[in-house]
């Protein structure tokens, strides 16, 4: 069996700093967030989570309640001492569905033991075929979620100005779509998601359609706070070696955003210099 280094870290003498990703006071040194569904056995789940160095998993709470396939004994197959628990509303096509499944989600979390967590990724999909999240039911389950001392993630279309409604109600990030769910597109909505970071002042997770480790440093290297993979890592050939991959590209990323990337020029600028050259 494949093992894995623990995630690589700066070197100390780098002269960038950087802060950790902090969600509703809680602090998290892992900038990637995963998943828990799609996997072909709880086992490459177990080890895909342990490779990518996330500290943060989600769990769709009504597929975890009704045993659906792939899900029996998932809340019990992780070390949830050592793993942030995000229960999410997945399966929800209404704003009333989304909260009570939200508020089964706060008790589970405190039957695994953790008794203050209090968030929940809000998801609101009434539209089956292509998954795109319900905006006016997301603000309406928000708003209400929020008011009951939930720390609300939810996942949105790419839309500036729904972000900045949802961060006025008192979301604790904005959860804007790289791509459609699980299509593994890519960040097809780069343009919005860069308005919704330049405004934000609550974290950015891009969520959604990152299908490669190249694209997830994209989106880190635009500036967003943090990464949540799914499909990518569960449907890929080798899930564990993905999800370190993953985890990588979500460091190289950052860093290389905090490092500020040399400008871009309409022509050639030789690297070498042109003093001191042999004459001919």
């Known amino acids: 069996m494949l093992t894995y280094p623990t995630p690589i870290q700066a070197n100390s003498a780098l002269t960038v700093q950087d802060s950790a990703l902090t969600i509703a006071g809680k602090t998290f040194h892992s900038r990637l967030m995963t ?29 975890v309640q009704t045993k659906a396939p792939g899900h029996e004994g998932l809340a019990e197959a992780l070390d949830w001492t050592k793993i942030w628990m995000l229960p999410n509303t997945a399966g929800c ?5 989304a909260i009570r499944v939200a508020r089964l989600g706060r008790e589970m979390a405190k039957l695994l033991g953790q008794e203050d967590n209090n968030f929940v990724k809000l998801e609101v999909i009434p ?4 998954l795109l999240p319900d905006p006016i039911g997301t603000l309406q389950a928000a708003e209400q979620l929020v008011k009951e001392g939930f720390a609300v993630l939810p996942y ?12 006025d109600a008192g979301c604790a990030t904005v959860m804007p779509l790289g791509s459609p769910i699980g299509s593994g597109q ?8 860069q308005i919704i970071i330049e405004n934000a002042k609550v974290p950015v997770v891009v969520d959604a359609g990152i299908g490669t480790p190249s694209e997830a440093a994209q989106a880190m ?8 993979i799914n499909s990518a890592i569960a449907m890929a050939k ?16 950052r860093l290389a955003y905090l490092a500020g990337r040399m400008p871009v020029k309409a022509g050639a600028s030789a690297s070498s210099p042109q003093t001191g050259t042999i004459a001919d």
Not at 93 to 97: C, G, M, P, R, S
Not at 127 to 130: T, V
Not at 238 to 250: E, I, L, R, S
């Open 127 to 130: 539209d089956s075929k292509y």
């Open 238 to 253: 080798h899930p564990a070696a993905m999800a370190k991959a993953m985890g990588m590209a979500a460091e190289a990323g």
């Open 156 to 167: 949105i279309n790419a839309d500036p100005m729904l972000a900045k409604r949802l961060e």
């Open 35 to 63: 998943g828990t569904g799609k996997y072909r056995s709880i086992e490459q789940m177990q080890q895909s989570v342990v490779a990518s160095g996330c500290q943060i998993v989600t769990v769709a709470v009504r597929r």
């Open 93 to 97: 096509q209404t704003a009333e569905e």
């Open 186 to 193: 890519g960040i097809t909505t780069a343009a919005n998601i």
């Open 221 to 228: 290297e635009m500036g967003a706070d943090a990464l949540l």
